[in-house]
C-alpha cells in the first residue's frame, strides 16, 4: 500500500506528479473545507508535504497524529512549528544547496535593478515617456558598499556576485566567520551605516523577526537600497514603509513580503521600489532539483534511512 502524503501546498507540477505515482496523494489546498479534510485523513497521513512559505503549524501537526516527517521544499522551514514536531518526533527536511545560485542570482538582479532603474526604465519605455526625454541617471555599482546580513550558503554566492560588479563586502551575523573573506561588523546598525546596500539573506523565524527595524534602516540612509531575499518577517514593513515615504530610506528591492501575497499598496506607487513575486529559487531547474530532495528526503523515510538533509 502507498504511505499517505498530505500535500498543504501546490509546487513544482513534476514532483506533485512523482508523488501522485509513489503515494497517496491528499491535496489540502484543493479542500473546500479544510478542516473536515484532515479530519477525514488524520488516521493515515504519515508525511506532510509543504514550501517554504507555507510550512507547518502546531494545529496541522496536531491535526495529523500519524504523520512522522515534515518535508519543505524550500531551504527557510522557518514556518514549521518545531517545537510541535520535535515533540511528537516528526522529523523535517528541507531543500538546501541547490537553490542557492538561484537566489543569490536575483539579490544581484535585485541590486543592479535598484542602482540602474530597470524596472523603472522599463516602465517608462513602455509608458512613452522616452519621447519626451531620458530616464534620470542611476547609481554605479562599482566602489560601493554592500553589508550582507546573514552570511550563509546564500550570503556568500551573493557577496561572490557582487564583488564582480566591483563592490566591496562586509557582513553581520549572530557570529564571525572565521572562514570568510570579508570583515564582519558585530552590530547591526553599524553594518548599515558603513553600507550603500543591505542585503538580507538570513533565515526567518521568531530570533530574526524585525531585526530590520527603524534604526537600522535610517542608518541605512536616504542614499541607501534595501534588498530583502530571505523573509518578509525579518523586516518592520511598518518602518519600511515610513522610512520610504520620509526619504530615511532611499530605495527597497523585494522578493518578500510581511503577509505573501498582498503586498503593501503603498509600495506599488513607489518609483523606488523594485517587487518581486518570492521568486528567489523559481526556475525550472532548481526547483525540480528541490522536489527532487523532497521526494529523496521521504524514499529514505519510508526506507527507515538517514534523512538526506534533515534539519530536525
Ligand atoms: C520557495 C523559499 O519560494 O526556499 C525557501 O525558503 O522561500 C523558496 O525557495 C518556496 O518554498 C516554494 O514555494
Not at 39 to 50: E, F, L, M, P
Not at 248 to 260: K, P, T
Request: aromatic share 4%; with cysteine; glycine share 10%.
Amino acid at each position: 500500500m502507498k504511505p499517505d502524503v498530505l500535500l498543504a501546498v501546490p509546487i513544482y507540477p513534476a514532483t506533485m506528479e512523482a508523488l501522485d505515482r509513489l503515494y497517496a496523494v491528499h491535496r489540502l489546498f484543493e479542500a473546500a473545507d479544510p478542516a473536515a479534510f484532515l479530519g477525514g485523513v488524520a488516521d493515515k497521513v504519515r508525511a506532510i508535504v509543504t514550501s517554504g512559505g507555507a510550512g507547518a503549524d502546531a494545529a496541522l501537526i496536531a491535526a495529523l497524529p500519524k504523520a512522522e516527517i515534515i518535508a519543505c521544499f524550500g531551504v527557510g522551514y522557518d514556518a514549521v512549528d518545531l517545537g510541535a514536531a520535535r515533540a511528537r518526533n516528526i522529523a523535517v527536511t528541507n531543500t538546501p544547496d541547490v537553490l542557492t545560485d538561484d537566489v543569490a542570482d536575483l539579490a544581484l538582479g535585485l541590486i543592479i535593478d535598484a542602482a540602474r532603474r530597470i524596472s523603472r526604465g522599463d516602465r517608462f519605455v513602455r509608458a512613452g515617456k522616452w519621447l519626451q526625454g531620458g530616464l534620470e541617471l542611476g547609481t554605479a555599482l562599482r566602489g560601493r558598499r554592500l553589508g550582507i546580513v546573514g552570511l550563509g550558503r546564500i550570503g556568500l554566492a551573493a557577496a561572490r556576485r557582487a564583488e564582480a560588479c566591483g563592490m566591496f563586502v562586509a557582513y553581520h551575523g549572530p557570529r564571525p566567520k572565521p572562514e570568510a573573506p570579508y570583515p564582519y561588523v558585530a552590530d547591526l546598525v553599524e553594518l548599515a551605516r558603513r553600507s550603500d546596500v543591505l542585503v538580507l539573506t538570513l533565515p526567518g523565524g521568531t530570533g530574526t523577526r524585525h531585526l530590520v527595524n527603524a534604526e537600522v534602516l535610517a542608518a541605512l540612509g536616504p542614499k541607501g537600497t534595501l534588498v530583502n531575499v530571505a523573509r518578509g518577517s525579518v523586516v518592520d514593513e511598518t518602518a519600511l514603509l515610513a522610512a520610504l515615504q520620509s526619504g530615511a530610506l532611499g530605495a527597497a528591492a523585494l522578493d518578500v513580503f510581511a503577509d505573501e501575497p498582498r503586498v503593501p499598496p503603498a509600495l506599488l506607487a513607489m518609483e523606488n521600489v523594485v517587487l518581486q513575486p518570492h521568486v528567489g529559487s523559481a526556475t525550472h531547474e532548481t526547483r525540480a532539483a528541490m522536489g527532487q530532495l523532497v521526494l529523496d528526503n521521504l524514499a529514505a523515510h519510508f526506507a527507515g534511512q538517514a534523512l538526506p538533509t534533515r534539519v530536525a
